[in-house]
Every structure is written in C-alpha cells, then in structure tokens.
C-alpha cells in the first residue's frame, strides 16, 4: 500500500506557482521523499527526491517539513506542458539500490491558461 | 536524466500468441530493473523486480510462468507475456535503477502499449 496522501485533483493558473502537497506521516528514518509525474500515456518522469532538507533543482522545489511528516512539490512557473499526474512516493534506500517505487493514486494537475 | 527505452512502443495481438518486451538503459549500467503494468486510469501496479543474472522475484498474484522476465545484461531487461489474452491488455512500463544510496534514481521508460484482440 501506498504510504503517502495526496489530493486527487488540483488546478493551477499558467504562469503562477503550482504547489503540491504530501502527507507521510508514517515515514521512517532511512526513505526518503520522491516525486515523478506522469503525461497521459508516457512513462513516469523523475522530478526529484529528498531527506530531510530542501532540494531544488530545474524542474521543481521540494520543501519537507521539519518533523518529515509531509512536503510539497513547487513548481514555480506551472506551464500548460506541467498538466500530468503527480506522485509522492516514499522510499527507502539500500547500499543495493534495488527498493521499488510504489505508486499511490497520486495528484491530477491541470493547469489553466 | 538518464534514459531508458522500450521496445516495441505498441503492439497487437491475438489471443494465444506470445509478446516480448524489450527494456534497455542506454547511458547507464543498471543491475536491477522493475515491470510495472497500468490499466485505463489507474496508478502504475509493480508486477516484478529484474536483477541481473538471477531470477525475478515476482509481486503476489503475478504469474511468473506467464510474465516471463530476463535480464541477461546490465542494460537490458525483456518481458515475455505468454499466451496473451484480452485481459492481459495494459500499458507496461520498465524503470531502471541508476545507482546506490542516496544518488539512487529510478528513470521510467516510455512503456509499451499492449492490445491482445
């Protein structure tokens, strides 16, 4: 089962910030939050991941609370392209590398001109 | 990122016949891969986990006798669904593991669109 919350659906104005929240709150110590999103009928894309501090990169924000129970994905200047199905997933890591990501439902944005 | 391909990106069949599914990592030596399989308008489901040289290790209510899994190198993953029938139509989709520890990113191939007749 997925172990994160997300809300099914949100809408976001082209041009303005898109933010994106996650509740984990079960999260232990050793996983880290990461985010994908998926365009209609592609593969998921890589967004980015996290520990405990913030992280930022091209694409997007990731802003994790201090007690890690819940973040948000920011994209800052959502675009018509960014309409995509956005998951938050859970996941810890091993010196193996081979943990699968386990997908929940997930956040449908749409963003609007 | 690092890319991952699929081939074929779509395919149809008919019912009986079998279908390999081709999963390659293309600027990265990855030992393990994951199968994943999407219906219409639902999340992505893991179906197995492919590491190099071994055996696949198979989520429950997956069939390993008709979801043949393959990694014979460290950049390619195949997936055989033997004797298709309608039911199993879907989206598959591949991801690959780029490394360890904390650099550890799986990146996702574009999937393969699979429609048995």
């Avoid at chain 1, 997925?2 to 709150?25: F, I, V, W």
């Avoid at chain 1, 913030?54 to 920011?74: G, H, P, V, Y």
């Avoid at chain 2, 074929?8 to 081709?22: D, F, H, L, N």
């Amino acid at each position: 089962d997925a172990k994160t919350t997300q809300p099914p659906s949100m809408d976001c104005a082209e041009g303005r910030a898109a933010n994106l929240p996650c509740n984990h709150s079960t999260i232990s110590g050793n996983e880290y939050v990461y985010w994908y999103r998926q365009i209609h009928s592609q593969g998921p894309q890589y967004i980015i991941h996290g520990l405990k501090n913030n992280e930022t990169n091209e694409m997007a924000s990731l802003i994790i609370t201090e007690d890690r129970k819940s973040s948000t994905l920011i994209l800052p200047h959502a675009t018509l392209r960014d309409t995509a199905v956005y998951y938050c997933i859970v996941r810890a890591l091993r010196n193996s590398g081979n943990t699968p990501l386990v997908f929940g439902k997930g956040t449908r944005l749409s963003v609007i001109a | 990122g690092a890319v991952v391909s699929q081939h074929p990106s779509r395919v149809i069949c008919k019912s009986g016949t079998s279908v390999k599914i081709e999963c390659r990592s293309l600027d990265f030596q990855a030992t393990t891969m994951f199968w994943y399989r999407q219906f219409p308008k639902k999340s992505l489901m893991l179906m197995a986990t492919s590491n190099e040289g071994s055996k696949a290790t198979y989520e429950q209510g997956v069939e390993k006798d008709k979801f043949l899994i393959n990694h014979a190198s460290l950049t390619l993953s195949t997936l055989t669904v033997t004797s298709a029938h309608p039911e199993d139509s879907s989206f598959y989709i591949c991801s690959a593991s780029t490394g360890q520890g904390s650099t550890d990113t799986q990146y996702f191939g574009p999937g393969t669109r699979l429609t048995v007749l």
